[in-house]
């Protein structure tokens, strides 16, 4: 399996998140990111008990391959 960074924001206040990463072993992206616990939110989302959700800024859809022409 190798994981590549595909971007980080590039308005993050901290430098470390959120990151967009692809597997090329799975042909999935993984997203590093800001933990969502708002539970009014979470309430509309039917999400099962081994699934978590992150929030990722629309400035970030520019990392994936398909939205970027890549």
């Known amino acids: ?3 590549h960074m595909l971007g980080k924001d590039p308005d993050s206040r901290d430098g470390n998140s959120p990151t967009v990463y692809y597997d ?3 042909d999935t992206y993984l997203v590093q990111s800001w933990k969502v616990i708002d ?3 979470l309430s509309q989302i039917d ?3 081994h699934e978590t959700v992150v929030e990722l800024p629309r400035r970030m859809m520019r990392f994936f391959k398909e ?3 890549g």
């Open 1 to 3: 399996m190798a994981l």
């Open 24 to 26: 090329d072993a799975r």
């Open 39 to 41: 539970h009014d939110r």
């Open 47 to 49: 999400l099962p008990e």
């Open 67 to 69: 939205v970027n022409g």
